[in-house]
């Protein structure tokens, strides 16, 4: 058949739409940019929070009008859509022949090549069903300069605003050996720059019997890939601790960028959410982080509006965030739902009142991001070439700028993606760098 797959949500969701495009090219199947050509759309969907799952709905109905307009025979919504909303996603939207939970992401051969081959039109085994794909099972990935690596799935936290949980399961680790041959084999197709992923990366190994940690594992890739940038994303504030900073220390090739989501800063609503630490470890986490990587760049992520949240605990997170100074945040007013721990505590936050938060919070952090970009004007730095911005101008990234949620540096240059030149900064804003060659 001639598909046409639309990957919603984070870069976990991106490599198991690899995978899936991965397995199905290699059983026959073409792929198609163009929705109204394909003979079989697929949607593999995010749903978190609830505007994400909004924007996966709306993906869904305007695909869907290719059954009418289009070649579209098939209609097929995988991840974590179906997974959340079960049954009630197969009501909503008739338009839709299958759904795949996020333990069914095997079945889409048999989807694909059957008519009624299922009992049901919404397959829901428990998560812990998908096979974690090796690393010699077939992914079509764009070949672009960052490849993403899946390192584990789920998560055995219990943080009370989180539906990962419930829809990826419990922590499952990938073996070592089987990342750093992936990690090999995407670089020898082109890859300049390798990033671990993981719902709760630095948890990754806990429940391996072998005694291996995540620091382990980082090792490992950077050593086996010891020409390329290795960066990991989504660390948790508990498993950053000096055997990794130092393996970070010693590898020229990692990152010097650590992504710790704080969430919070109010020892009241680290407790509400389940975090399992205080401002005061937090404190001193990234305190420890200066003494071994002064260079180090921070990126965090801040939840605001969560139950409780009074305005004294809101002016603990500012003032946490003036104090460490971050080099990225990005901030999410907390998204109530039924299904979730937090929807029974008390003290919800009106809406407006928790945009207010937001929206002050951000624009404290971009004079911050500001700041620190200015002072890397004048300095000269590596950077990855990505693509053309417009003319002759290219963008690209630092290592401390990742990809998709960071500024990039615009640069006028004739290297091609996935070059790493050397660049003297000239000019900056609160998001994006300018340079030209050093
Ligand atoms: S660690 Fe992350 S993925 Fe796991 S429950 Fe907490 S917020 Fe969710």
Redesign the pocket.
């Given at each position: 058949m001639r598909i046409y797959l639309s990957s919603l949500g984070c870069a976990r969701n991106q490599v198991d739409s690899e995978v899936m495009t991965g397995r199905l090219a290699a059983a026959g199947h073409e792929f198609t940019d163009i929705a109204q050509e394909a003979e079989a759309i697929i949607v593999n969907t995010c749903a978190f929070i609830e505007s994400a799952a909004d924007q996966a709905i709306e993906e869904i109905l305007d695909l869907a009008s290719c059954k009418q307009q289009g070649e579209c025979k098939k209609l097929i919504v995988t991840g974590c859509l179906p997974q959340r909303y079960g049954f009630e996603s197969a009501r909503a939207l008739p338009e839709v022949d299958l759904f795949l939970g996020t333990g069914a992401y095997d079945l889409i051969e048999k989807a694909l090549t059957k008519d009624n081959c299922f009992k049901e039109n919404c397959i829901l085994p428990p998560p812990e069903q998908t096979v974690l794909p090796a690393w010699d099972a077939p992914r079509s990935w764009n070949k672009g300069p960052v490849a993403y690596i899946k390192i584990m799935e789920g998560?055995?936290?219990?943080?009370t605003?989180?539906i990962?949980?419930r829809l990826r399961g419990s922590l499952r680790s990938r073996p070592a050996f089987d990342v750093a041959r992936e990690a090999c084999f995407l670089a020898d197709q082109g890859a300049a720059e390798i990033v671990l992923v993981g719902?709760?990366t630095t948890s990754w190994g806990r429940d391996l019997k072998s005694s291996q940690r995540f620091s382990d594992l980082l090792k490992e890739v950077a050593e086996t890939v010891s020409d390329r940038w290795v960066r990991f994303l989504?660390g948790?504030p508990d498993q950053i601790d000096t055997r990794l900073l130092k393996t970070i220390e010693s590898h020229c090739n990692i990152c010097r960028y650590l992504d710790i989501?704080i969430?919070h800063a109010s020892d009241r609503m680290l407790k509400r959410m389940g975090r399992g630490h205080d401002k005061k470890f937090l404190a001193a986490l990234f305190e420890q982080i200066r003494e071994i990587l002064p260079d180090a760049a921070l990126r965090t992520t801040a939840l605001v509006g969560f139950p409780g949240e009074t305005n004294k605990d809101f002016t603990q997170l500012l003032e946490f965030v003036e104090q460490v100074q971050f080099d990225h945040l990005g901030a999410f007013v907390y998204s109530d739902a039924g299904d979730l721990p937090s929807h029974k505590l008390d003290g919800h936050v009106p809406a407006q009142e928790a945009q207010d938060r937001h929206d002050l919070l951000m624009m404290r952090q971009a004079d911050i991001s500001l700041a620190k970009n200015r002072q890397r004007i004048g300095k000269s730095m590596d950077v990855m070439i990505e693509g053309r911005s417009e003319d002759d101008m290219f963008f690209g990234r630092t290592r401390f700028q990742a990809p998709e949620v960071d500024g990039v540096t615009f640069i006028k240059t004739t290297s091609g993606p996935g070059e790493i030149i050397r660049v003297r900064i000239t000019d900056a804003d609160e998001y994006d760098l300018t340079g030209v060659p050093a």
């Open positions: 998560c055995g936290r219990h943080c605003y989180c990962i949980p719902q709760d989504y948790h989501p969430q």
